[in-house]
């Protein structure tokens, strides 16, 4: 078929129109990454793009900004925190919901509708609103600023969204399944292991990464819950406190801000496949 | 499935303790303590709301909270519409997408980071570092402060931020909808003679209309409680404010858990109309069930 100069025209429209705003989308985050690798006197005195005038004058770049974050800001230890915080706040809450949500997609008890309703209308409340509250009780128990303190509130805050995706997925698996397993004389924590969790891995793993990229990149509730404390501090709050006392080091900050970025552009690049498929399958049917 | 009374209970359980803890207890709190003064023992009864309702920072966080809604909300789901129903039609897909979505996998510390590179403002004989105004005295303007001039353009700068981070989400959602459409409804649009433009509206668009209106409803009732965007760039200042912010700084700059409370239960009553119709939503996907 031989194409129309108008379809030409609109076609080529259509590429251009979707370069330049993917170059817009990610020309700040360029800026920051080659300001990271400038030295720290010229941060101040001149644009990043200056270096693209002679981008392969490797004489203008250097890694002695990720040296002073990594080995002298206390990144490590912070890194180290983070992950320490995010892993158990990732997994714990996945299997609550995951549980929550099975027993509300496939068990019939009184008040099921109403009651998964409420738990998704919890979406609602601010999250600041429960700060004071709960820390007068972690207060009193001496839980504040530990991790299984702030385990548990990141799994009870992510709970009302993962429930409702997970019941989305949950609840669209084919009922023969259920009933076969049942006949096979399947118990129901048997059914929930051997048939749910393999059948949902798409679902799991996209409310995995909502739920990691969330906590890992959390300042707020690592700042209420665990205080300021360097030794439990995470890695956001690493980087908030250097905006704090090294504001004018700006040099500093952008590369401090690459570290912390790192690991969840790994995690999403190795998990993207299952993150489409995953909402696709699950609560939105279009 | 015959199962003793328990057992729902069983696996419920964990997770309404969790939530009756973290989130439903503390609202019922919230409440009580709107009602009480700044240390939380004497009854002031409507004392806090007055004061959230006539203080002029309140209104204009008010204002601010409406700016956001309305833009952000706007911007988020269309270009998310956008880039879902164009990208279908070029190769690279993948790879634009990927570039819309990586904000979403920053941290908000990061993104302020970036942000600050791009509206950083130096006097007009000093280079300038920040991107948009290289660019503004490139083509010989005057340089713009972009974060203080009040109250639209720093406003709409923040905003630009959180449309930058949550367009991704958007996209995201949208494209999985939009894949799930036959493809023979648009072809036989096409065939039909109806225009690229025609077959999006009457074809597409109502194919999709029950995603958009999750999307729609999600960013609404995420923007309301935007807080960190503000909190990183500007903590406020400058005819800023937001709601959320103002309620962290009575919270921790001043202790005062009386007002603060009041406005998290304002806010909670601005966002309740929004869940109202998810859960009306819900129902009727339900019932078709």
New interface residues.
Partial sequence: MKKRPIAYV?RST??V??IV??IV?????V??LI?SFRPPEV???????TVLVHPFNFTQYTLENYRSVIFEGGMGRAFLNSLFITVPATLL?IL??G??A???A????RG??M?F?M????????????????LSIFAKLRVAGTFPAIW??H???G??LM?YLLHGFI?GLPRDI?DSA?IDGAS?ITT?FRIVVPLSVPAIASVAIFQF?WV?????VALIYLGGSPNVGP??LR??NL?GSRGQD?EV??A???V??AL??V???SL?RY???G??AG???? | MPTRRWVPWAYAGPALLLLAFFLVYPAIDTIRLSFLDRGGDVFVGLENYAYVFTNSTMLTAFRNNALWVGVFTLFTVSFGLLFAVLLDRVRYERIIKSIVFIPMAISMVGAGTIWKFVYAYRPASASQIGLLNAIIVGLGGEPVGWLIERPWVNNFCLIIVGIWMWTGFCMVVLSAAYKNIPRQLLEAARIDGATEWQAFWRVIFPLLRPTVAVVTTTMIVFVLKIFDIVYVMTNGNFSTEVLANRMYKEQFSFSNYGLASAIAVVLLILIIPMMIVNIRRFRRQEAMR
Avoid: E
């Fill in positions: 609109s259509l590429h129109l979707l705003l993917a989308w990610i020309l700040p985050t800026g920051l300001t941060v101040g005195d001149t644009g990043w793009w809450p609550l919901a549980l929550a099975y027993s509300f496939w068990m019939r008890f099921r509708n009651l309703m738990v998704v209308g919890l979406m609602v409340i601010p999250l600041q609103m429960t700060f004071i509250p709960i548990l509130a799994a009870g805050y709970m009302p429930v609840a259920f049942a129901s929930f990229l890992w990149n959390d300042l707020l890695v956001t980087v908030a905006v700006w900050l952008t401090a801000a690459f912390s970025m969840p552009l995690v999403f690049f993207q993150f489409v498929r909402i696709l609560s939105v049917k279009g």
